[in-house]
């Protein structure tokens, strides 16, 4: 079993919004889309997907940003990070994997959006992806980064 240390505390950039984690991740990010692009200023975003009943705000009110459409992201009303990602129709939370106290163990298993990456932009996921996974997919990378992780904690 991995010991996954739980739980995980995390903060955005003013720390005025605290977050805890107490259910291990699903799955791991790198997302290159241009809107990801944009929102953090940076070549992709990172992110873990947590249990929705793992992830609590034990500090401060998050405020809608992004798109404000169906999938909701969640931004510090302060200082303006981009926090987490409460995607439409799955019953995880998409936390920024850089908000968490300790990012230094995360690597992303997948990347997405490879088709409107930057030239340069390499991320060391095994799994890449032009667009999004299906959706029929999405259960079998479950399973298989639980196994990667299990094999790279051994
Ligand atoms: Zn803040
Ligand atoms: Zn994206």
């Not at 799955?90 to 030239?119: G, H, Q």
């Amino acid at each position: 079993m991995t010991d996954w240390k739980l739980p995980w505390e995390a903060g955005c950039r003013c720390d005025r919004l605290r977050m805890s984690i107490s259910a291990a991740p699903l799955l791991t990010m790198a997302c290159h889309c241009t809107g990801c692009q944009r929102m953090t200023g940076s070549a992709f975003s990172l992110s873990m997907a947590i249990p929705s009943k793992g992830f609590s705000i034990t500090r401060g009110e998050p405020v809608i940003g992004g798109l404000h459409g169906a999938t909701r992201h969640f931004f510090c009303p302060h200082c303006m990070s981009w926090m987490f990602t409460r995607p439409e129709g799955f019953d995880f939370v998409n936390l920024r994997a850089t908000m968490l106290d300790d990012a230094s163990s995360f690597v992303p298993f997948i990347e997405t959006y490879t088709s409107e990456k930057l030239p340069w932009a390499t991320t060391p996921a095994p799994h890449s992806f032009e667009k999004f996974p299906a959706l029929d997919e999405y259960k079998g990378l479950m399973e298989k980064y639980a196994e990667w992780v299990e094999n790279s904690t051994a």
